[in-house]
């Protein structure tokens, strides 16, 4: 121990002590409760795509350090997906970067991309990482609220445009959007196109929800709009799509000046990571067309499973357009603190979840917001509806 009175965390971190992950998942563990917190599946992506990764394990792919963009087998699947869904064209060997998971991508390119006193707008509530990783590149993250209405919480344009000032370098988009399930609509994406272009900001947008979109919601990717490929990084991930979120294998798709930017940085984090499990993601990427239609399909159902459940225990639902999580407002319960709420809720009725006021700046403005992630067996979920209706009284 050192014996200065200067704190060991410095005061770039000094606000990011502990994710409350960590505190939730150890009361679902000491009080025996379903865990609907933190955001991962509680069974493994399809068995022929496990089976890949036994394969090139065994055949010696990817066990010594693989080229650090990515193996080249992966590139191709990624510029292949990029095309096939959507019509956009990457070059593989210039324009896609593997990364470790999606949360490697958003820190090479906020850590690459930025100077310090640089502003980033975020829309808020934003994913744990990205308050992390702005603080420690040395910017400013400016929050722009989605606001809840008409069953979903909306970006109000007017707010984002009133956001960017001579400072700002950067918006950090993600869509479909963890944790509300907004999913930004074509004339949405138009306008932060529009606005990127006017006040020439660099975008940054976190996509690893793509393949889980519901009833009419299309997720369109921000890059397609004109003018913004040349401005745009695009973040993916095994992770969310394939149900392997322990492999880490995510993915950045952007002009080669661009690319070229985050690998300095990621050359220097990660410099390569998870050599096997990127062969397997590039056979997971060419799945047919039935895999994905499939994931979704058993996702809205699980959707509905919950979402019926917790109105039935009487939260006011915001069913989620996207993701795989579904935000409640707990006041028609009488309650107003998340906090408070999911710290008691393990002992009330065995379920735990996440309150959303710690993915706001603003935190008065997420107090009533609770997260419930249904990425869990469709028997689970019956439980934690079982278990919730005691709320109901
Ligand atoms: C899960 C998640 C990530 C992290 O993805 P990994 O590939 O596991 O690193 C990034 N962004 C959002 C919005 C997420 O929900």
């Known amino acids: 121990m050192t014996s200065s009175a200067r704190p060991l965390l410095n005061r770039r971190l000094a606000d990011f002590g502990t994710t409350i992950f960590a505190e939730m998942s150890a009361l679902a563990q000491r009080t025996a409760s379903i865990n609907l917190g933190q955001g991962f599946p509680d069974t493994d992506g399809p068995e022929a795509v496990r089976e890949a990764a036994v394969r090139a394990l065994r055949e010696g792919h990817g066990n010594q350090y693989p080229p650090g963009p990515g193996v080249p087998e992966l590139r191709t699947a990624i510029a292949e997906h990029q095309r096939r869904r959507y019509g956009l064209s990457y070059d593989p060997d210039s324009e896609v970067l593997v990364t470790a998971g999606a949360t490697e991508a958003i820190a090479a390119s906020l850590l690459a991309l930025l100077e310090p006193g640089d502003e980033v707008i975020a829309l808020e509530p934003y994913y744990d990482s990205y308050a992390a990783c702005i603080a420690m590149a040395g910017a400013a993250r400016v929050p722009v609220t989605l606001r809840a209405g008409d069953g979903r919480f909306v970006l109000d344009l007017d707010e984002l445009r009133a956001a960017v000032t001579p400072r700002t370098r950067l918006i950090l988009l993600n869509t479909p959007h963890n944790p509300t ?30 393949h889980l979109v519901f009833d009419g919601a299309e997720h369109i990717p921000l890059a397609s709009f ?38 300095s940085a990621k050359q220097f984090l990660t410099y390569v990571a998870s050599g096997p499990f990127q062969y397997a993601v590039a056979e997971a990427l060419r799945l047919p067309d039935s895999y994905f239609a499939d994931f979704r399909a058993d996702h809205l159902a699980k959707r509905d499973l919950l979402s019926a459940g917790l109105a ?66 469709t028997s689970v979920l019956e ?7 005691a709320l109901a009284g």
């Not at 979120?245 to 952007?254: P, R």
């Open 312 to 377: 039935a225990a009487g939260f006011e639902v915001f069913r989620p357009a996207g993701t795989y999580f579904v935000t409640t407002d707990i006041r028609p319960l009488g309650e107003s603190d998340g906090f408070a709420f999911c710290r008691a809720l393990p002992e009330r009725c065995g379920v735990v979840a996440i309150p959303n006021a710690v993915f706001y700046d603003h935190r008065d403005e997420g107090a009533p917001f609770v997260r419930f992630a249904f990425c869990k067996q």
């Open 383 to 389: 439980e934690a509806v079982a278990r919730l209706k």
């Open 226 to 263: 004109p003018g913004m490929r040349e401005r745009t990084v695009t973040i993916g991930s095994a992770g969310k799509t394939f149900s392997f979120t322990g492999w880490k294998v995510g993915w950045v798709t952007a002009a080669p000046a661009l690319v070229a930017a985050v690998r």
């Open 181 to 210: 399930g907004t999913v930004l609509t074509r004339a949405e994406l138009a306008a932060v196109a529009e606005l990127a272009c006017e006040r020439d900001l660099l975008v940054v947008t976190d996509e690893v929800y793509e």
